[in-house]
């Protein structure tokens, strides 16, 4: 089966400042599809990034960046010229390419921005 | 605004009682999922429906079901409530049910079960 984990429960970050965070993914297959989500206190997931496995180029939108490594089955998430509004728990998931598939989130990580 | 509709958005009910959630996707999706978030379990994969048709089932109860209407809006079930049931319901749409296709979620329903 497969398994997302997050291993930083918490993090924080000086506004303005660069802060990673951490997933890493077990799987058996070859193609998937890896994302980060974004959860506010309002509660909505949000779509950060979203990265196709056989693209070896690393996804980037805007202020968020991730490192991609497949052979180590690492995804982890970059946020540059960390916000206010970034203050989240973010989830790492993993989307096998099977249709009809599920969607498997890690634990979470709570991110703390300090002005 | 994800453009996906959930009603109710906060929900009390007794144990052993049993409550129906809506999901409105966005409009042209196709496809919809249901995941509960609870403290415990953290976020998991309840369901997804593709055009009217179940496509995938995950972690579901059997107190638990779920449609999708001809015009693709859904419901989640759930009867028999204990208090475990307690938890954030979310609802999902995609464009079609592929898996790289981007899940557009809702606000939740928040289910407190006393």
């Known amino acids: 089966a497969q398994t997302v984990t997050q291993s930083q429960p918490e993090m924080s970050v000086q506004e303005a400042e660069t802060v990673t965070l951490s997933c890493t993914y077990d799987t058996s297959e070859s193609d998937y599809y890896l994302f980060w989500y974004k959860q506010p206190p309002s509660r909505q997931m949000i779509l950060v990034i979203r990265?196709?496995?056989?693209?070896?180029q690393n996804a980037t939108e805007n202020r968020f960046s991730v490192n991609f490594q497949k052979a180590a089955k690492s995804f982890s998430l970059k946020i540059s010229d960390s916000q206010l509004g970034d203050a989240a728990m973010y989830f790492c998931a993993y989307s096998p390419m099977e249709y009809g598939n599920k969607l498997v989130f890690g634990a979470g990580t709570i991110l703390r921005v300090k002005s | 605004d994800s453009g996906v509709t959930q009603t109710p958005k906060h929900l009390i009910t007794a144990t052993g009682q049993r409550v129906t959630l809506r999901c409105s996707p966005r409009?042209?999706?196709?496809?919809v999922y249901w995941y509960q978030q609870s403290l415990d379990q953290g976020l998991q994969f309840l369901i997804q429906y593709y055009n009217g048709e179940e496509r995938a089932k995950g972690n579901i109860l059997e107190r638990f079901s779920a449609q999708q209407f001809p015009d693709l809006h859904s419901e989640l079930n759930l009867s028999s409530l204990e208090l475990g049931d307690s938890a954030l319901y979310f609802c999902?749409?995609?464009?079609?049910?592929?898996?790289?296709?981007?899940?557009?979620f809702g606000e939740g329903s928040w289910l407190t079960v006393v």
């Open positions: 999902a749409s995609s464009v079609s049910g592929t898996s790289g296709n981007t899940r557009y």
């Open positions: 990265q196709e496995a056989y693209k070896q």
């Open positions: 409009s042209g999706d196709l496809s």
